[in-house]
């Protein structure tokens, strides 16, 4: 399965893992998921936010409605390395994403000239939201290490497990490298599941029988949050 998918439209649910259940969930379901195109990676996303970060505070104050705006790399680019320009919206728990792919140089000179690299329809409402916004600029790294699983007979289907979430809000720039502070314990993973509509049976009872239920999690809201403690 590729991630180099451009537009999603899915259900997101997150949970809290130990060590130990997630074993117990892999032993129950390893065998009808596979490892995506990625695998095991480290992801950085490089968020975009107001002077006041508007955006992150109205995704942590408004329950129906939320967007974010930010880059996405997997692993340290370059700065000729392609990379994803994204706008996320979530409403009334269904996930909108929108991303166009490019180097992380023109990515970044994007976001400080405003000057689309290219047309489309995608560049078009990241281009709108930027304006909306009023130039959102590069405010906090959040990096974790995914791996992430699909099955190939259910295509909406992404299971993925993300651990040593950290962040950092200097030296703000994709190719700086992944360090930062961990906003959770080390014995905590983060599971999504992503689908395109129901989960499947064998997944739901998977989940009963681990005892793993969905909890409300943003990295960039907590991470944002235990800037406002320091």
Known sequence: MSSDIFI???????????????????????????????????I????????????????IDTKAYK????????GTPQK??????????????VVYKRRVALPLEEAMDYIFTLQKPFDSQIMREIDYAMNFY??????????????????????????TFDSEVRYRTTDLELDSGD?????????????????????????SHALDECKIFPRSFSKYGTAYKQTLTK
């Open 179 to 203: 360090s930062g502070t961990k906003i959770l314990p080390d014995d905590v993973i983060i599971m999504e599941i992503k689908t395109g509509g129901a989960m499947p049976v064998w997944l």
């Open 44 to 59: 950085c996303s490089l968020y975009l936010d107001t002077p006041d970060n508007l955006l992150i505070r109205n995704s």
């Open 8 to 42: 999603f439209k899915r259900v997101e649910k997150k949970y809290f893992l130990s060590p130990q259940q997630v074993n117990m969930l892999m032993k129950k379901i390893g065998h009808l998921v596979k490892p995506d195109d990625h695998g095991e990676s480290t």
């Open 67 to 74: 967007e974010k705006l930010r880059l996405r790399s997997y």
């Open 134 to 159: 009023n130039h959102p600029k590069p405010k906090m790294l959040v990096a974790y290490r995914r791996m992430a699983y699909f099955a190939e007979d259910i295509p909406g289907l992404r299971i």
């Open 80 to 93: 000729k390395d392609r990379i994803f320009l994204e706008i996320k919206k979530k409403l009334n728990g």
